[in-house]
């Protein structure tokens, strides 16, 4: 018979499931970040690049990058998921050119000037609550950032009032363990600008007799942007917006609704 658990947990509690549920697709969008990397850094048209990547997780962005060539650092304020990146890492022989670090992203310290380019997609930075965050954070990255190199953020915007409540499902699989979730985003009301995910998590353990079903609840917080939230933040940082792409790499206008991979470069002063 099925053992069966009902659990609530932070939402990165652990990294494996974690890994589970995003691996799929990882190596296509790393490739999709090198070619928008090597248009938009100046002199990176070629050869192996230096990547940064503040909220790594698991660190499968930069483990692709590094198994194309590349090296990089990662950044996330998680003990647990850079001890998950950093042995993923050696299992996959890469331990040599990524490493991870704990620390928030809006308070990090890097070797100035020594990275290519730096990458943070599906709206982790909207894990920052303030505005003050926001811009400490890019600070962080210009420091890092060589002249110029890029950041490339996926983050979506919306107009105020018109975000919808909507849902996602993510499903993942490997030997003896399987992983779907359910996620269900409430916007904020009235002068809130902080979005409600409320995520369910059904995790099947080995197979037959011995399987084990488990349920995770988690609620987390993102900040939510207007088009103009974001570009009127972007000048007080001092950045600007180079590029618009969809997930896929499709260069796109910066709508006011919707996701996009933005990249983004220090204005020169
Ligand atoms: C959606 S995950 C993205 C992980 C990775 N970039 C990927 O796409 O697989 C967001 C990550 O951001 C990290 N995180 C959230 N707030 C953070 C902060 N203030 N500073 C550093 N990391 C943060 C979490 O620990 C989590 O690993």
């Given at each position: 018979m099925t053992h069966v658990e009902s659990d609530r947990a932070s939402y990165y509690d652990d990294p494996l499931?974690?890994?589970?549920?995003h691996m799929h697709g990882t190596r296509a969008e790393a490739r999709v970040f090198e070619r928008l990397a090597r248009r938009h850094a100046t002199n990176a048209a070629s050869g192996?690049?230096?990547w940064l990547e503040p909220a790594s997780g698991t660190g499968r962005y930069l483990h692709a990058l590094a198994q194309a060539g590349h090296s990089g650092v990662g950044v996330d304020m998680l003990a647990p998921m850079n001890a998950f990146a950093a042995a993923e890492a050696e299992r996959l022989g890469l331990a040599a050119r990524v490493r991870f670090i704990t620390a928030p992203m809006e308070r990090?310290?890097?070797?100035?000037?020594a990275f290519d380019v730096a990458i943070n997609p599906i709206n982790s930075v909207r894990h920052?609550?303030?505005?003050?965050?926001?811009?400490?954070h890019l600070s962080c990255v210009r420091r890092a950032l060589r002249s110029g190199g890029v950041y490339i953020v996926g983050v979506e915007v919306n107009p105020t009032g018109m975000a919808q409540p909507s849902e996602d499902v993510?499903?993942?699989?490997?030997?003896?363990?399987?992983?779907?979730?359910?996620?269900?985003?409430?916007?904020?009301?009235g002068r809130s600008r902080r979005e409600t995910a409320m995520s369910h998590?059904?995790?099947?353990?080995?197979?037959?007799?011995?399987?084990k079903e488990r349920h995770i609840d988690s609620v987390y917080h993102l900040r939510t942007y207007t088009k103009s939230q974001w570009e009127s933040l972007l000048q007080t940082a001092g950045w600007e917006v180079v590029a618009c792409y969809?997930?896929?790499?499709?260069?796109k206008a910066f709508e006011p609704i919707g996701y996009c991979l933005q990249v983004l470069r220090p204005r020169s002063t």
């Open positions: 499931i974690y890994h589970v549920l192996p690049l230096r990090f310290n890097v070797r100035r000037a920052l609550m303030t505005d003050r965050a926001l811009v400490d993510w499903k993942g699989r490997v030997a003896g363990l399987s992983v779907h979730q359910f996620v269900s985003y409430v916007p904020p009301e998590k059904t995790i099947l353990i080995g197979r037959g007799a011995q399987r969809g997930p896929t790499g499709r260069a």
